[in-house]
């Protein structure tokens, strides 16, 4: 069975600009969250989606943003991107009908570099 | 609010020695999970356990134990026997009952290097 794809592996950006970033679930998982790595604040929440729809936000500005779709596939969105922004952006999916108890599985990861 | 401490920054050990890497975490709820995961250099996260609020029993896995004790809010991870193979950031995690089990409070990590 594939895992958790991200897209793409790596992106320069200017600041100002924004991005999208795109996750493909593991087959059957229906739950997708985001993940942000940064070695000053390391891996923080940012949401989680199922079935289409937010279920879930972290502590960050609206200028982060995401969306899922009817095949469970997941997009990041940032916006009006600053330096802070460089990161790592991790996404993981979840079979979320098993409640707490289900693990998350992590993609490898989209390196975000803000110039 | 969750909070997950993992106070050793950089352990470094050589190859066949055993290893054990420190989780202390902090949580209302009564009931929750706890996690470790593996991050090798390609960058994903891999998940190697997890134990509820209830479990306190300890476990082996072939090279790897953990220590789960609920009196001092602790879920220590051991590798015995380590290999350089087992270089990476390891980390472990939290989720309590907050209607989303997706939502993880990771530790800062643990980076260890076995070397030869």
């Known amino acids: 069975k594939a895992g958790v794809t991200q897209t793409p592996r790596y992106l320069i950006k200017t600041r100002g600009q924004q991005v999208t970033l795109s996750c493909s679930p593991i087959?059957?998982?229906?739950?997708v969250s985001w993940y942000q790595q940064t070695p000053g604040q390391g891996l923080q929440f940012l949401f989680e989606y199922f079935s289409e729809t937010q279920r879930n936000k972290g502590n960050f500005p609206g200028r982060f943003s995401g969306r899922q779709f009817s095949n469970s596939r997941s997009e990041m969105n940032v916006s009006t991107l600053e330096l802070g922004d460089s990161a790592l952006y991790l996404c993981?999916?979840?079979?979320?009908?098993?409640?707490?108890?289900?693990?998350?599985?992590f993609g490898n990861g989209t390196r975000l570099t803000v110039t | 609010a969750q909070k997950v401490t993992q106070a050793q920054t950089e352990i470094s050990v050589v190859e066949k020695e055993d290893v054990t890497l420190d989780c202390v975490y902090e949580?209302?709820?009564?009931?929750?999970?706890l996690f470790w995961y593996k991050q090798p250099p390609s960058g994903e996260l891999v998940f190697l356990i997890r134990r509820n609020s209830f479990d306190e029993q300890n476990e082996i896995s072939g090279r790897y134990s953990w220590n789960f004790q609920k009196s001092t809010s602790s879920f220590n991870f051991t590798i015995t026997a380590s290999q350089v193979v087992d270089s990476a950031v390891y980390f472990c995690a939290l989720s309590a009952d907050t209607g989303a089990n997706s939502k993880l409070t990771f530790g800062k990590g643990i980076t260890l290097s076995v070397r030869p």
């Open positions: 087959s059957g998982h229906r739950s």
């Open positions: 993981a999916s979840s079979l979320p009908w098993t409640g707490l108890n289900s693990p998350l599985h």
């Open positions: 949580t209302r709820d009564t009931t929750y999970y």
